[in-house]
């Protein structure tokens, strides 16, 4: 139902209070007997994404161009009036749907304030999703490890790797020996560390031993596709569910985005529940465009 999407989309339009209305009508530009006044900068600065709006009233360069380029546009609307081109159907419908957009937009913006929901109910809501949607805040197992890789290419690569294995038994620093040893380009200058990951982020021999591991733990040699790693497990996360609180101002942010939505999809409900379709006009419509080839 394309009411529902159209209702659906937030479009929220803040009623601009600006220091133009100090002025009035104050012309910023004319030409030929039109004018681009600070309500016209206005208006359309309302147009602008909200984080962009803010900032263009302070950039007087910037609005200078605005101004310009409106004057440009009434003046070419005003040649088009004079020269008979305003008047055609099309033209008029035009007008009306340009109209029709921005008084819509201004309703929607009305509607949104007089539905703008409560903090409790807000809270309540969010709540509700929190509850609903628990698969959406599972927080998987982690570990976080470091490792000394040996390439498969390497001469010897399986010994050199026993070796290394030898010298951490023997009371060699991990971090030291992976900063001397260790072919991984990524982490060898880290002291081997990769930070912390989640199940199918490493290939799984290596998956397979680290999440085995307990902290402080050094594997054996491990055999993968890349070569022969040691790996060391240095901290886990266990897998857990994130507090609401972590959570509270996305949900809070969230449920009003959908209370906001639910009214305007109501309303648009409302509307096309008393609309009379006329599928003849229509199917006339669709027979006189030009066949394509």
Do not use: C, W
């Not at 008979?84 to 509607?111: E, H, I, Y």
Request: charged letters at 25%.
């Amino acid at each position: 139902m394309r009411f529902a999407a159209v209702f659906a989309v937030s479009v929220p339009l803040a009623s601009v209070v600006h220091a133009a209305d100090a002025f009035g009508q104050g012309v910023i530009i004319e030409a030929q007997g039109v004018a681009i006044t600070v309500h016209d900068l206005d208006a359309e600065i309302m147009k602008a994404p909200p984080e962009v709006r803010a900032g263009l009233f302070t950039r007087k360069e910037a609005l200078a161009q605005l101004a310009s380029n409106l004057l440009m546009r009434r003046v070419l609307a005003k040649q088009a009036e004079t020269s008979g081109a305003a008047n055609t159907p099309v033209f008029k419908a035009a007008v009306q749907l340009s109209r029709d957009r921005v008084l819509s937009d201004v309703q929607l913006a009305r509607m949104d304030q007089i539905n703008k929901p409560t903090d409790a109910a807000l809270e309540q809501r969010a709540q509700e999703i929190y509850r609903a949607d628990a698969a959406r805040f599972e927080i998987a197992e982690e570990v976080q490890a470091s490792h000394i890789l040996v390439l498969a290419t390497e001469a010897d690569a399986e010994q050199k790797a026993a070796q290394i294995l030898a010298d951490l038994k023997a009371g060699k620093d991990f971090a030291e020996l992976a900063k001397a040893k260790s072919q991984d380009p990524g982490s060898g200058s880290k002291g081997g560390d990769l930070g912390y990951f989640k199940r199918g982020r490493m290939v799984k021999e290596f998956e397979d031993t680290a999440f085995k591991m307990k902290v402080g733990d050094v594997s054996d040699v491990i055999k993968s596709q890349f070569g022969f790693h040691i790996i060391k497990v240095t901290d886990r996360k266990e897998a857990g569910k994130q507090p609401f609180e972590q959570v509270r101002e996305t949900l809070i942010a969230e449920a009003s985005q959908k209370i906001l939505n639910e009214a305007r999809i109501k309303a648009g409900e409302a509307i096309m529940s008393r609309a009379k379709a006329n599928p003849e006009a229509l199917d006339a419509y669709v027979a006189s465009q030009p066949k394509a080839n």
